[in-house]
Structures are given as C-alpha cells and as structure tokens.
C-alpha cells in the first residue's frame, strides 16, 4: 500500500516536471517589455523596459513623444549607463527595412526615403 502510493506521488511530480519544462521551452526568449506614459496630460514622454539582446542586462528606453527622440539606457546593480539617443522619425516613415551588416543613421535613411519619393512621382 505504502508503495503504491509513493509511486503515485513520483508519478505526479513527474508530470509537473514535464508540464513546467514543456512551459519553458514554448515561452519567449525574451520577456515583454512594459511601457508608461509620463509628464503632463499631453504624454511627452514614454518609459519602457526590457532586456538587452545578450539578455544579460535590464535596458530602459525613454521616447520623447514631440520631437521622437528614443534614449537607451542599461540598468547595472550600481546604477544606470547611457547607451545612446536617435532620432527615430525617420525611422516610422520606413515601411520595411532588412539591415545588411550595418545600421543606417537618420540622416541616411531620410535621404534614401525622399529618392523614393522622387522617382515615384517621376513615374
């Protein structure tokens, strides 16, 4: 009797077992990022967290919602660092962007997007 019982109880904690590794492995490697609005009733600014690429770091992301300027920040146990600021306005107007080997500045992609516009009105 006793052993039956032990046998049930191992039965069922392998089935947990399985069930939470099953889990793990179906989650996102990298977990959502949250957002808040901040300032006045305008929301000149949004907060975002989230992990770096390397996952090893938390990063804090501030959007200036008027002007569109995106800062970077990675959280470290003393404090955090700046990783740096971009203008992402230029950004949004893109409607698909494969980056090959290297990342454009603003200035860059803007020029590339009014030559599009261009040779579309010229056709």
Not at 28 to 33: D, I, L, M, Q, T
Not at 55 to 73: K, S, W
Not at 105 to 114: F, M, S, Y
Request: overall charge positive.
């Amino acid at each position: 009797m006793r052993q039956n019982i032990t046998v049930a109880l191992l039965a069922i904690c392998v089935t947990l077992l399985a069930v939470n590794v099953v889990q793990q492995m179906t989650r996102p490697v990298f977990p959502a990022a949250f957002g808040q609005a901040v300032g006045n009733t305008q929301g000149n600014y949004v907060l975002a967290t989230g992990m770096s690429t390397t996952g090893n770091n938390n990063m804090l992301y501030i959007l200036e919602v008027p002007t569109r300027r995106l800062a970077a920040y990675s959280v470290k146990t003393r404090g955090i660092e700046y990783m740096g600021v971009r203008d992402i306005t230029w950004d949004l107007k893109m409607e698909e962007y494969t980056p090959k080997g290297r990342s454009h500045t603003p200035a860059e992609i803007k020029k590339l997007l009014e030559a599009r516009a261009k040779s579309s009105r010229k056709k």
